[in-house]
């Protein structure tokens, strides 16, 4: 009897330790309400923001207008849209961010990249919260 109640224990523990890493995802609108557009500052934003894996960035655009497209670091910085390493333009773009590391988006539309349409986020590890001690085993029950 004393095993299954160990076992609901640790059940109960191990629910604690990893159900608040699993529900800590966030789901990052780039641009806020204004969305994936021109005229918005994406550097300020991403600086005011933490990505963590697992988190997902929510590009949201009229696309007639935009696209949105991943490249390089060097070619983020050179708004060179002959280098991209992956496209999407359904205006509702939801990209996960499943390792640490920086990625780089652009517009590829026009000279939108140049006009300052691009975005590049830093992804740090997920976090996991400090196991908590196990709990001391319940005294077995005196015999008479």
């Known amino acids: ?36 557009t021109l005229g918005f500052d994406y550097a300020a934003w991403a600086e005011s923001k933490q990505f963590t894996v ?9 696309s007639s207008s935009h696209n949105v497209a991943e ?4 070619n983020f910085k050179a708004c060179n849209k002959a280098a991209v390493t992956s496209i999407w333009n359904s205006g509702d773009d939801r990209l996960s961010l499943d390792k640490p590391g920086r990625r ?17 986020v830093t992804i740090l590890p997920a976090t996991t919260p400090t196991p908590l001690p196990a709990p001391a085993p319940a005294p077995e029950p005196s015999q008479p």
């Open 1 to 36: 009897m004393a095993s299954k109640q160990m076992l609901a224990a640790v059940a109960a523990l191990m629910a604690l330790v990893f159900l608040p890493t699993l529900a800590s995802a966030t789901d990052h609108v780039v641009g806020d309400s204004q969305g994936w």
């Open 54 to 62: 697992g988190d997902t960035l929510a590009f949201k655009y009229a």
């Open 71 to 74: 490249v390089s670091g060097p």
């Open 104 to 120: 780089w988006f652009i517009c590829t539309v026009g000279s939108h990249c140049q006009l300052g349409m691009k975005l590049n």
